[in-house]
């Protein structure tokens, strides 16, 4: 992968205004590697919020817009304008601005959940498809180097066939009934109207089923799920246990939390097969433990000694210096970045590129539904619907 | 407690003659604080075997016994006879010598699972709560100091309410057909007429387990479970996985295997409450890890600073010197020569013990049995009988 | 910290061209925070290959020089020149350049160590001084978060007196002869002319001593240094162990190494104080130790409970997702940003800014000539000249 | 080796009485695998405290001895008398009894470090090799299966010519004047009339430098130390640093401390040759890092894939089992009780005993008095004596 370009594509961004967290991550991630430029926005639902958080990112001013509607409208009208849209919004406002652009013909680059419902997600998944635009759903975990090399090592078959997946996905920060302060995030995120029917297993869960996926290549064929919510008043669940069954046979459990105190960030995925055995944490992300069968465990290292050539592409420094999220989640963009020059020229996308997509968001979201009936369902067995 | 002794109590031992691992554990364990001293034994089921395994133990020729009958006879009619036996038999071999000494005035301490099936279970149940006697079942995980610590500190109050318990044990030794060549440990404990129907979850299952309800204080209400056989023709179960859920309302998950390449002997459990949360793991016992929710997080390590009196009275060396797997076996051993000393002299046991017991052993039968009907039927949630 | 900024100051660079390792680096760091914008290049001495890395860096064709002299005086004249030089070439070729930009009023940062022989140093530093603009030394490892979480906690007094010091930066590049291979890095820095008389001590014991004086706060008094090199035939150190002796009477030992196994950047800092000890690693950087005495350690993450807000304003993304190397090297670009900016209006600069200057890289040569003559001397102690 | 016997050596001990620390370590250690059985003491030097020592051990009232002298005398004068004495005093109260005990024909096991002054040492040696009984001297450290497994790799020729040997014993407990308290440990060891004239450097300094030596077999050619005592009014040193130079040529680092906070017995090796380096920390000792250049690091565990067949003779329980201090003791105290039967036999000992002995314990007490004799000289280079 080029790492540093001199020909930025210009980008807008809906959501992401002031005190919004994952707007700047958005933003240095576009940024890191040189691929993306920000000129325009429609960075809050409030015009005032918007006017001066676009002012805070040097936008011109006519390129601050007060509604995504009119971002879309008027930079497809632009010569200049932005072929590319990222989309931070609370999960409801996720299908609505993504179908304005596509229509606009604009790439889509858009958090997770992929949307607030299962319907909205199906529509939108139409959209994609009808439009032939790019469209990025930020899995941004899957951009971290070693994540890539344990996906290359399953597929190298270096593994065996796969028996058992572990993933889990605690944090802490809703341990106490936050969004009962004034603390936005905790406020939309435990809120039906704006999340949709899903809690954590939305917000994070969604990333560990993603991550078991992405690196395992297995299909959930049927799951099991137990959602509670263990916070006194909150509606959505804070906390989910999964027993997944794949398609091949495997076994696996998956478990997000929000009230599990100690864990920020606790990702952490453990693979193990016929012959050998993965583990990685998102907390140290620069190192994967192998564990192949009557070896002794290795440790390898982020672009260290037996890291392999696949995992090479995605790594900007040398190893034994760390790189970290922010690093993971610009890889992302920055296939997404090759995808958009790809698609803009009439190219077919480069074949290495993984970067998440539409199918990976309409599949997160059965995921979703499925651990929602489940757990209706006194957490009976439910099929993961192709 | 006290660690060193000079009033050895004689015991005798069934099973554990040359080449069987658990025996030579046993008796280290029970010989490391000086509580007891072995005496006698039936040491194997082969007579050649028996004679010269107690040879090499030093035993008296004439206490050197063909078969348990004999012995539970001989030894409750010596003046000096032993006053406890240590059962380390295949499965199927505990709740007959467990019975035939108990009814002949001998305290015993047996090895875990407590019987091959349920209804050998409950009979041994009854003679035990008949014979008077001192029973102890050796979950010696339980011995560990830190998991006292953890156990303490979740009685305090200190975590609050419990929302969450995660409790693990992979192991990696079964991962091949090892019962298809010469391998005496693998053969009976994957064999159901001598370990009963429970593979994988009965041998290191019901360590998990009895772990989680030792520190929680918590009962499991219900439970819904999958097993699985991964290897090839192998009978028992080698993977199992369970969902919990306590009587308190809190959500748990358990995993066992045997085919996880990387794990030795991976125990480690994860309990969170409204307030705290804890982590401990087996392989690098003298830690504790304690989250108090809006801290940072601790490392409390064995006897040092942090480290509670309750937890000083099961440490025999100073903080930073490790203790391993033998100490905590030995600490229910010493707790068992307490029990076994306060019976003989009609005394109460001591308050402070908690060595396991009989009803531990029914209720890890009790789970075993729960897993297996859950999984039978498709996971659904299986109540677990008191 | 402002970490993303629509106001890019346009900045040069001398090396850095095709394959230039570190050249990269400084782009990505320069470019992270969207602080900088590279528009002019003298990228190598080899007046192709200088061309050739132009274009692949999108630079205009005019922009791309052959030499640094006629860079300094064409930027200087244009009124769109650059406002600060990056000078990221073999040591040799430091003081040069620098001295080149300054006299044509532009601001310069440079890579570490400061020059190659201590004359250049000096020299370097009246032109800093004489030229009133900013100066910058990359040592990078001080931009860490948690470093400056460190810094901060020394300077609050928690620790106490300080009485040891341990700082150590092994690495195994260099344990084989590379330098007989085709490895440009090996080649130039095991090489007197162009690295100075300094190999391993230079290269990378530079930043180990100047980490140690960055976070404690205590000027080295003396030292007594022995240095080795264990290739056959390598001409300088490539390992390096000092005794020092602090002003305040605190001890400490610096170790550096290119021969130890198993270590890629391994620098760690330890210092131990009457009431409070800390650790630091950069190879998991989000993380320090905090140890109290008479309380468990602590482990405090970026960002996470316990990390302060002295720190906080060096961090990007939320606490558990971890950051990296090019994240503290960004936070040196951007404190350079800020002080260039400062200048440029003609204000003082924000006395919150720590990059490292010229003071620190003439104490870095200082310190690199103190252990080669305590060496020589049989490593009797040297005084460290203020 | 048998870690089970039914043949105890009857041993004495001199100290070891009531609250004594170390007392109750050597008496469990020597318990363990069944090779001694404890029956005579002068455990204390007061005579009240004595004869209860003696009591709550169970020690027959004629064999608990007012003084070390009667016990030699008397001891030696019954034909059931005790076959070797376990010396656990004070230092300035080795010399002494291993005398009267060596030439009444008994065989010691001695504390470290040898004795309290060189002199004292000198005259030990002679008596020892005159009496041609068995002396052990407890570096306990040595026996670790994992630090085994790490000398056994060194003389594998694994690591080709080791270049660098760092070593270090750091604790915090004497980070206050804690010798002004009432605490029997820090008053005698800090007092240079019992514990002589090193203090740090003689209590685990000499841990430090055994461990490196037994390791790495290489001897030190010369030191230059520096000795500190941070604590106002401590009159022996409480850190100390040292630089090595080994007679291959290596380079070498030693610290020893006791104020630095954090450390409980923080005793760490790390050797680096020219083809792999070995880490192995005191506090995880069922662990070894092996770091084989240009391979990932491999963590070996005791017992487990990859831990030699000359390791495994010392290990008692199955892999993932860990293993602690007293196991390690223990070890010392079997190979100390293998080599008395040989003794007492009149046949040669074992060839692969491995127990420190009179020869480890001069040479440690050389390494005290060489740092001291550098670090008066103002840390100058002191040749160690062979």
């Known amino acids: 992968m080029t790492f540093y370009s001199a020909n930025r594509i210009p980008y807008g961004m809906v959501g992401g205004g002031r005190n919004a967290l994952i707007g700047s991550v958005h933003r240095l991630a576009a940024n890191l590697d040189g691929n993306f430029e920000l000129v325009a926005g429609a960075l809050s639902s ?48 996720h299908a609505g601005p993504a179908k304005a652009f596509l229509e606009a013909g604009i790439h889509v680059i858009c958090d997770k959940p992929l949307t607030a419902t299962l319907e909205d997600a199906e529509e939108l998944n139409e959209a994609v498809k009808a439009s032939g635009k790019v469209f990025v759903l930020t899995h941004n975990y899957t951009g971290y180097p070693m994540v890539r090399e344990a996906r290359s090592r399953v597929r190298s078959g270096e593994l065996g066939e796969i028996r058992v997946v572990h993933v889990e996905y605690p944090q802490d920060w809703l341990a106490k009934p936050l969004e009962n302060t004034d603390h936005k995030q905790a ?41 509670s919510s263990f916070v006194p008043g909150r509606v959505l669940d804070d906390n989910v246990q999964v027993m997944l069954k794949f398609e091949n046979g495997a076994s696996g459990m998956l478990w997000a939390s929000q009230v599990a105190p100690g864990h920020e960030n606790g990702l952490r995925l453990r693979i193990y097969g016929e012959r ?78 993984l970067q998440p997509g539409i199918d990976d ?8 539904y499925a651990c929602l009936e489940s757990s209706k369902r006194n957490s009976a067995w439910v099929g993961l619907e192709r």
């Open 46 to 93: 409030e015009p005032e919020r918007a006017k001066a958080s676009a002012a805070d990112l040097g936008l011109s001013p006519d390129r601050a817009y007060a509604t995504y509607e009119d971002m879309a409208k008027a930079e497809s009208a632009r010569p200049d304008g932005i072929r590319a849209v990222v989309i931070c919004t609370p999960n409801h406002v």
């Open 187 to 227: 406020d939309w995120r435990t809120d039906p109207a704006r999340s949709g029917p899903g809690g954590c297993v939305a917000d994070i869960g969604t990333h560990a089923f993603h991550l078991a996926r992405f690196v395992s290549g297995l299909r959930v064929a049927r799951l099991a799920a137990e959602l």
């Open 276 to 353: 050998s055995g993965l583990e990685w944490t998102q907390a140290d992300p620069n190192y994967l433990w192998v564990s192949e069968l009557g070896q002794p465990r290795k440790l390898i290292t982020r672009g260290g000694h037996g890291s392999g050539s696949e995992s090479a592409r995605y790594i900007r420094v040398p190893a034994g210096h760390p790189e970290g999220y922010l690093e993971a989640f610009a890889t992302i963009y920055t296939e997404a970045a090759a995808a958009v020059r790809a698609s803009d020229s009439g190219e077919p996308a480069p074949r290495e590129l």
């Open 361 to 368: 968001g309409l599949e997160g979201m059965r995921f979703i």
